[in-house]
């Protein structure tokens, strides 16, 4: 069995190799002038990320071996993942005090199948065991909650027109808005659907690679790589689910905006002939 350290050794090439990529993505962003919406380039954003990353899990692998022996420990670092989603995952879909909301579609995705797999002893109460796998769930539900947070409110930007007429029409708030945004926001299962789909055709993921290179059979490798699959689909249709219905109550929203209560999307203003609909 190849053993993880030849297959990348950790060693000044790596450091080199690692710096070039790097230098080479932010190269490429800058080039291409690869952009947000509002102008912001991903360059800077590729730059600080790539570094960030480094100097995190440097932290975690010094600190890894140290929590996983008190549960205590274990169970605050569990929470400052979950923290650390929650306020990435909102600050990504809206800038103002609503990005809170985003704890609901995460923990609501994450707590059940987390609760299960220990209830069943599939995953012990054990650092070694708990961090992997809680991590790999909270980060599909961040992305599936980020794609699906910020794709319906770009539609309903985009279409409030037909948001209002199906208001005029007798709808409710979230039921016109759920007509407009629930295809956007479904679109947010696309990655994983797709990654399920092509695994061992077109990639071999993570957790199979690493199951391999720890020693485990083949077999076994599959059987946890499929596990985590199928928890990973589960655990972002519930977090789609829930940001959708947190934007088509007015809950999560962007700036000036969200329905009841006298709030209102950027670009909004009341309209007098639909009794407080969002309209131009």
């Given at each position: 069995m190849l053993?993880?350290?030849?297959?990348?050794?950790?060693?000044?090439?790596?450091?080199?190799?690692?710096?070039?990529l790097l230098v080479a993505a932010v190269g490429v962003a800058a080039l291409a002038r690869l952009a947000d919406g509002r102008e912001r380039g991903y360059a800077r954003a590729i730059a600080v990320a790539g570094l960030r990353a480094a100097v995190q899990l440097a932290a975690v692998s010094a600190l890894i071996g140290w929590v996983v022996h008190a549960l205590p420990l274990l169970l605050c670092f569990v929470l400052l993942m979950f923290a650390v989603a929650v306020r990435t995952a909102g600050r990504r879909i809206?800038?103002?005090?609503?990005?809170?909301?985003?704890?609901?579609?995460?923990?609501?995705?994450?707590?059940p199948v987390v609760v299960?797999?220990?209830?069943?002893?599939?995953?012990?109460?054990?650092?070694?065991?708990?961090?992997?796998?809680?991590?790999?769930?909270?980060?599909g539900a961040l992305t599936?909650?980020?794609?699906?947070?910020?794709?319906?409110?770009?539609?309903?930007?985009?279409?409030?027109?037909?948001?209002?007429?199906?208001?005029?029409?007798?709808?409710?708030?979230?039921?016109?808005?759920?007509?407009?945004a629930r295809p956007a926001a479904s679109d947010a299962l696309l990655p994983g659907l797709d990654q399920t789909r092509t695994v061992g055709l077109v990639t071999l993921p993570g957790a199979f690679v690493g199951m391999l290179l720890g020693g485990a059979?083949?077999?076994?490798?599959?059987?946890?790589?499929?596990?985590?699959?199928?928890?990973?689909?589960?655990?972002?249709?519930?977090?789609?689910?829930?940001?959708?219905?947190?934007?088509?109550?007015?809950?999560?929203?962007?700036?000036?905006?969200?329905?009841?209560?006298?709030?209102?999307?950027?670009?909004?203003?009341?309209?007098?002939?639909?009794?407080?609909?969002?309209g131009e």
């Open positions: 053993a993880a350290a030849a297959l990348l050794p950790v060693n000044a090439t790596l450091g080199v190799v690692l710096a070039v809206t800038e103002n005090g609503t990005w809170r909301w985003a704890a609901a579609p995460i923990g609501a995705g994450v707590l299960v797999l220990l209830l069943t002893g599939l995953v012990p109460l054990k650092g070694i065991a708990l961090i992997p796998v809680t991590g790999i769930l909270i980060g599936a909650t980020v794609l699906a947070g910020r794709r319906a409110l770009d539609e309903l930007r985009t279409r409030h027109g037909e948001v209002e007429a199906g208001m005029a029409l007798g709808l409710l708030d979230r039921e016109a808005r759920l007509e407009i059979s083949p077999t076994l490798a599959g059987a946890v790589q499929l596990f985590v699959l199928v928890a990973l689909m589960a655990v972002q249709a519930v977090a789609v689910a829930v940001t959708l219905e947190l934007i088509a109550r007015g809950r999560l929203h962007r700036e000036g905006g969200g329905g009841r209560g006298g709030r209102r999307w950027p670009g909004f203003k009341r309209s007098s002939t639909l009794n407080g609909a969002e």
